[in-house]
């Protein structure tokens, strides 16, 4: 059974700092991209970010460009997001997603899905 659980969401005031981890079990961690997702009430679920099997090649959304890094360690199967200059915009629920193959910025690329974990950004 796939897992993925993320954590580190919290409330953090404008221009802080938040950095999220997604661990992962019950898939062969190395060969998935991962990615980092968020949506609020009334939206669709937004690309935040996307690292590939192999590690290096990282892609972001022009909204958190310069402000997130996303980065992971196979080792501990996790993938982690680090947030800072943060905005009230930032303001979601944030979800890790494992995609096997496709196109990883969009939501139906993706095979599994962790659960999700609320960042509040306050102005």
């Known amino acids: 059974q796939v897992q993925l659980v993320e954590s580190g969401g919290g409330l953090v005031q404008a221009g802080g700092s938040l950095s999220l981890s997604c661990a992962a079990s019950g898939l062969t961690f190395n060969i998935y991209n991962m990615g980092w997702f968020r949506q609020t009430p009334g939206k669709e679920r937004e690309f935040v970010a996307y690292?590939?099997?192999?590690?290096?090649?990282?892609d972001y959304a022009d909204s958190v460009k310069g402000r997130f890094t996303i980065s992971r360690d196979n080792a501990k199967k996790t993938v982690y997001l680090q947030m800072h200059s943060l905005k009230p915009e930032d303001t979601a629920v944030y979800y890790c997603?494992?995609?096997?193959?496709?196109?990883?910025?969009?939501?139906?690329?993706?095979?599994?899905w962790g659960q999700g974990t609320q960042v509040t950004v306050s102005s």
């Open positions: 690292i590939l099997w192999v590690g290096s090649n990282t």
């Open positions: 997603a494992a995609s096997r193959y496709g196109n990883s910025r969009y939501a139906s690329s993706y095979d599994y």
